[in-house]
């Protein structure tokens, strides 16, 4: 990729901070390579955190958002911060899934996007969110997210 691609980028090789909310973070995009083959790009985020809205206590998560880009891919480091935003971000597990997915979502017009919220449990009960646009175009290999369910101690 050619540096002028990512001229305008504000965060790539800077020192950028994290946005003190979602909303307020910068996702940044560069241009797809290859417009016009159908591939997966996939991110893992194994060690996502938020806050649960009502007592402010720490939720964790493994999301895992796969995507087939159009013409515009996510930068990863933008990616990162976006979701390091939420660390003190209060929201419910299923408000914090579907607001990512929508926010790509609406910056990336992607083909199909995909996420899995794999969270880790509170008060007992592990709760998963997915989320997908539809369904993925034929002839593309979507594998499985690879997270499994939660099962305690074991």
């Not at 990616?79 to 899934?97: A, D, I, P, V, Y």
């Not at 880790?120 to 539809?134: A, C, E, K, L, S």
């Amino acid at each position: 990729m050619s540096k002028k691609s990512t001229d305008h980028l504000s965060q790539l090789g800077q020192n950028a901070a994290v946005a003190a909310s979602p909303d307020e973070a910068v996702l940044e995009c560069v241009s797809n390579p290859h417009i016009g083959t159908p591939y997966v790009a996939r991110f893992s985020a194994p060690e996502f955190t938020s806050l649960c809205p009502v007592t402010g206590q720490p939720d964790f998560a493994h999301l895992v958002i796969d995507y087939i880009p159009n013409k515009l891919l996510v930068e990863s480091k933008s990616l990162k911060l976006f979701l390091t935003s939420f660390r003190n971000h209060g929201s419910f597990h299923e408000g914090c899934t579907i607001d990512i997915a929508k926010r790509l979502i609406a910056e990336l017009e992607p083909q199909w996007l995909r996420i899995g919220g794999y969270w880790y449990p509170r008060g007992g009960i592990p709760i998963d969110v997915f989320y997908q646009t539809g369904e993925a175009p034929d002839g593309v290999w979507i594998p499985p997210q690879g997270v499994d369910n939660y099962r305690g101690r074991g």
